[in-house]
């Protein structure tokens, strides 16, 4: 570890859960949260904020919507049909 990095985990109260920190799973969580991140600055950057921030409205209202499947298959068939 780095000079600090113990004192900061044991503030932090991750003192007697080093092993969890240090697990697969811990540093796979850690690596999608940043890839996720990313991800999301990417379309941020492409679309804007006020874009991105509408097409993830849409997207959460289609993903909760009784006839989800129905409607994502009229946007799959209108970008064919284009």
């Known amino acids: 570890m780095d000079a600090g990095e113990w004192e900061a985990l044991v503030a932090a109260?991750?003192?007697?859960?080093?092993?969890?920190?240090?697990s697969a799973d811990w540093q796979d969580e850690i690596r999608a949260t940043a890839r996720d991140a990313a991800e999301a600055e990417r379309w941020r950057t492409?679309?804007?904020?006020?874009?991105l921030a509408r097409i993830t409205e849409t997207k959460e209202w289609l993903d909760s919507h009784?006839?989800?499947?129905?409607?994502?298959a009229i946007l799959r068939f209108h970008e064919r049909a284009i």
């Open 13 to 22: 109260g991750f003192g007697d859960r080093l092993h969890l920190i240090l």
């Open 46 to 51: 492409r679309l804007g904020e006020e874009d």
């Open 66 to 72: 009784p006839k989800r499947s129905e409607l994502y």
